[in-house]
């Protein structure tokens, strides 16, 4: 029951109530997120074969941009306006089934993607992940690279007894190696203006955000979302892809996703410190979705929406109940004209 209710929402949203289009399509692009393709041992991070050419095959049909993640970087710096049906592929940790799997049918198609490393995972030459080798295969033929950090920790939390100076410098250690080892095999162009990154596991804390933009990056979560201009470089979104979430309907509504008009929110930091279940408080922009197509989602049925002001703009949303140690995301969208406005804002309880 956990997804049911909000895949329930999204696919009979079109036939529930038809909203009008908006009148103007906001700059945006989508990323999606990717991990292992054909790996029937992990569905949770799996997407099947006949999924993912199904999804290439509805993105070409249906005339979407294929774009380096690091050329949308570039526009949302640039504060350039992103075309409608641009989107990014992007895969963390660089497991072999991407290059047995994935690869060739990118290739086949010309399409670039990027690829979000764990530097430590090649260097101990596991059969679960590519070689650096065939990185570089693949990178003659539209791959991209990008920091993943050198262990894959869960970089928010201190280690037993670890002072918070400890904690900095054991992960900007992690992470400059991480980009030394890309360097090192990949050239010195590799992951290079931009500098990306990618939160393992998409967890990220305000602290750690300051970190990580503070050495230079544009990160990236797990959380599901639109990228738009103006760049936010804290821990940009992208949609996640597994076999739960494969199927062509449900692939669609993300590709076409747009993004939810936030003017402000509180509190921006994911990490639970004070009251759980934590309460989210959203201004919206006036006038650009409609406040009655608005639904939010936590694992199950709707959650009670609470509109702070007469014109419905303003709205709190509040789990009924305690969240759990490690990360949950409230998820919101709003269908107008058939496509979904979407946020999902994520929360981080760290382990006791």
């Not at 991480?178 to 990618?198: F, I, S, T």
């Not at 597994?242 to 929110?265: N, T």
């Not at 789990?319 to 990360?327: D, I, K, M, W």
């Amino acid at each position: 029951m956990k997804r049911r209710w909000f895949l329930l929402i999204l696919l009979l949203g079109p036939f529930l109530q038809a909203w009008p289009a908006p009148t103007e399509v906001p700059s945006h692009a989508v990323a999606f997120i990717y991990h292992r393709f054909g790996d029937p041992r992990y569905p949770s991070t799996n997407t099947r074969l006949d999924q993912f050419r199904a999804q290439l095959d509805w993105l070409e049909k249906n005339h979407y941009q294929v774009w380096p993640l690091p050329r949308i970087v570039d526009y949302l710096k640039g504060d350039k306006p992103l075309p409608d049906r641009v989107v990014a592929i992007t895969v963390d940790d660089a497991f072999e089934s991407l290059y047995q799997n994935a690869y060739p049918l990118l290739k086949a198609r010309g399409w670039p993607f990027t690829v979000f490393v764990s530097t430590d995972s090649l260097d101990s030459h596991s059969p679960d992940f590519v070689s650096w080798d065939q990185l570089r295969e693949m990178g003659a033929h539209g791959a991209n690279f990008a920091n993943h950090t050198a262990d894959h920790g869960h970089l928010p939390f201190r280690l037993h007894g670890e002072s918070d100076l400890a904690w900095a410098d054991r992960v900007r250690a992690d992470v400059d190696k991480a980009q030394a080892r890309l360097q090192a095999e990949l050239g010195k162009d590799a992951n290079n203006e931009p500098k990306l990154m990618a939160y393992p596991y998409g967890e990220f804390t305000e602290e750690l955000v300051k970190l990580v933009n503070g050495m230079g990056y544009v990160a990236f979560g797990q959380q599901a979302g639109v990228l738009a201009p103006p760049l936010d470089a804290r821990a940009l979104p992208r949609f996640p892809i597994d076999e739960h979430y494969g199927s062509v309907e449900e692939f669609a509504l993300r590709a076409r996703a747009l993004p939810l008009p936030i003017k402000s929110l509180s509190p921006w930091d994911p990490e639970l410190k004070g009251d759980n279940p934590p309460k989210l408080e959203v201004t919206l922009e006036p006038g650009k979705v409609p406040p009655e197509a608005l639904r939010c989602f936590l694992n199950g049925p709707p959650m009670d929406v609470a509109w702070l002001d007469a014109g419905k703009t303003s709205f709190s949303i509040r789990a009924t109940a305690p969240l759990p140690e490690g990360h949950d995301r409230y998820n919101c969208t709003a269908l107008a004209g058939g496509r979904y406005y979407w946020y999902s804002h994520m929360w981080l309880l760290a382990p006791r």
